[in-house]
């Protein structure tokens, strides 16, 4: 029961961390001040989700697991985070497309979250809804003014959409950890959300002038630990300082 | 983006008090000038209500013409509403 909740709030926590870190890439980088200043406060509205998640993950496996630990020693095969939010910026059109799909999904679940039997995770989906709800307006808004904007703008938003697509599918899969948590009333049965992810998305990129993608197979792997090659590079990089200077605090 | 309009943000800090003005910054369109200052001006717990502006709605004086303007009112003490007592209840005067 307790490997499972472990396992199962590192699943949730994990794609807050990782897309946080990839957001965090951009501060200094973003096409304007205004956009760049957006972006890094979603990256620490992600990051600080991840705190509140890793510090209850922590504590529920006791010995001298603390937050950073569980954020910067783990392995690649250990973090859960699906293949959506390691894929790099490409170009701004990658970083909206990427944000886009997962807020969608991200709000649906916090939604669920709130009615969870475990205390903590329903405190903490309570809390992080008003900032993903801000997410999702952002990221959507970005996705309609690129769509129905110049001839540019649109192929380039289109061409995201398209190449993360296959990306999507993997967030309405099911882990042993979600399995085990579902049936505790604890955790959300993701396959559920499915429908009213692609409605939402649909009804974005329908007003956005966007075609929606149609596919046959999905890119899975993420939620086991089996990640896409830009996962090393990322991991290599966020987890410099604590691998260098080991247990070092700011 | 080369081409997106100035825009003039106003921020209340909290309820009671006024609008004041706190800076400027680009958007293409009045949404996206009110979610940029939500992200550039009251990340830190600034504001509870935003205006923005578009800059060139607004009539600024010149100040070349700051001496015909503005200096006259310079000697005219009589004009200050000094001689009042402010009740201590009375605040944000």
Partial sequence: MKDNLI??????????????????????????????????????????????????????????????????????????????????????????????????????????????????????????????????????????????????????????????????????????????MVSEKIGVDVAKLKDAFHAKVAEVLTESTLQIPEMKYFQKGGKQGIHSEHMGYLLADMQYMQRSFPNMNW | MKNWPLWEVFVRSKNGLEHRHCGSLHASDATMALENARDVYTRRMEGVSIWVVPSSQITASNPEHSGEFFEPAKDKAYRHPTFYELPEELKHM
């Avoid at chain 1, 590192?10 to 807050?16: E, S, T």
């Avoid at chain 1, 039997?117 to 903490?124: F, P, Q, S, V, Y």
């Fill in chain 1, 7 to 180: 396992q199962y709030i590192y699943g949730i926590a994990d794609n807050a961390l990782i897309l946080g870190q990839r957001l965090g890439e951009l501060c200094g980088h973003g096409p304007n001040l205004e956009v760049d200043i957006a972006m890094t406060n979603i990256a620490l509205d992600l990051l600080g989700q991840t705190r509140s998640y890793f510090q209850y993950a922590a504590k529920l496996s006791g010995n001298a697991a603390t937050e950073d630990t569980v954020a910067f020693l783990r392995s690649e095969r250990e973090y859960k985070n699906v293949l959506l939010v390691e894929q790099p910026n490409t170009d701004f059109a990658y970083s909206i497309g990427r944000q886009f799909l997962y807020d969608v999904y991200h709000l649906l679940l916090l939604t669920e979250l709130q009615n969870s039997k475990d205390a903590t995770l329903a405190a903490i989906a309570k809390k992080s809804i008003k900032e993903v709800l801000y997410h999702q307006r952002f990221s959507s808004d970005w996705i309609k003014r690129l769509g129905d904007g110049t001839e540019e703008s649109h192929n380039k938003i289109q061409t995201a959409i398209n190449d993360l697509w296959t990306f999507t599918d993997e967030l309405f899969h099911q882990t042993e950890a979600d399995i085990a």
